[in-house]
C-alpha cells in the first residue's frame, strides 16, 4: 500500500541547499546519516499535466501554502528572494523562487479543493488492508505500549468509566466488600480510638 510520495532535488550545491530547506523555509527533517537530511511535509498530491513530447517523461517538484502573501512576506523576512512577483495563473496564486545549485520552484496558493484528510482517513480505515493490519502482532503489540496505556486513561476512558455498565459494575459485591473494609480500617485511626476513649470515661 503506498503512503506517500518522495521527491528529490539535484544540486550542484547540496549541503547549502539542505541548509536553505531547513533554516529558510524551516521543513522538518530526519538525520538518516552521511549528512542526508530527509525532509517531512504535513501535505502532499500529485498531479499528471499534459504535454508534448520533448516535454513528456519530465517531471516537476512545488510547493504549496493557503497564504502566499503572508508566506512570501515571512520569507523575505528570512532573507530569501524571490522570482517574480505574485500572479494569478488560473488554478492558483504563483509565485517562483532559485534556491542554492540553482534549483527553481514553484510556490503558489492553490485555488482547487480537495478533499479533507480526515475524511481520506476514515476511508482508508476502511479498507481490506488497514483492517488486515489492525491484526498484526505489531499492531496488538502496539496497543500495549505505554502510550496506548496512557491514551486508555484520557478523558473518553474516565467518560466510559461513567457509563451505566460501569456504576453497575462498581455496586457488584467485590465493590461493597472493600468500602466495608476501608470502613473498618478508618476506624482504627487514631481519632477514632480517642474518640472512643472519651465516651468510655463519659459513661463511668
Known amino acids: 500500500m503506498i503512503k506517500g510520495i518522495h521527491g528529490m532535488f539535484y544540486s550542484s550545491q547540496p549541503d547549502e541547499l539542505r541548509a536553505f530547506l531547513r533554516d529558510k523555509l524551516q521543513l ?3 538525520d538518516v546519516g552521511g549528512g542526508w537530511l530527509i525532509f517531512d511535509l504535513f501535505e502532499g498530491d500529485l498531479g499528471v499535466h499534459p504535454s508534448n513530447d520533448t516535454q513528456s517523461g519530465s517531471h516537476d517538484i512545488s ?7 503572508a508566506t512570501v512576506a515571512t520569507l523575505r523576512l528570512r532573507g530569501v528572494a ?28 492553490p485555488r482547487y479543493e480537495k478533499r479533507p484528510l480526515a475524511a481520506t ?34 478523558p473518553a476512558a474516565k467518560t466510559a468509566a461513567k457509563t451505566p455498565s460501569a456504576k453497575k459494575t462498581a455496586k457488584a459485591p467485590s465493590a461493597k466488600k472493600a468500602a466495608k473494609a476501608a470502613a473498618k480500617q478508618a476506624a482504627k485511626a487514631p481519632a477514632a480510638r480517642k474518640a472512643a476513649k472519651k465516651a468510655a470515661k463519659a459513661a463511668r
Open 28 to 30: 522538518s527533517a530526519s
Open 121 to 154: 482517513a476514515k476511508k482508508t480505515a476502511k479498507t481490506p488492508a488497514a483492517k488486515t493490519t489492525a491484526k498484526t502482532p505489531a499492531a496488538k503489540k502496539t496497543a500495549k505500549t505505554p502510550a496506548a496505556k496512557k491514551t486508555a486513561k484520557a
Open 63 to 69: 510547493f504549496f501554502t493557503d497564504d502566499l502573501a
Open 82 to 109: 524571490f522570482d517574480d512577483e505574485i500572479a494569478d495563473h488560473g488554478y492558483g496564486l504563483v509565485t517562483h523562487l532559485t534556491m542554492p545549485g540553482g534549483v527553481r520552484v514553484q510556490l503558489y496558493q
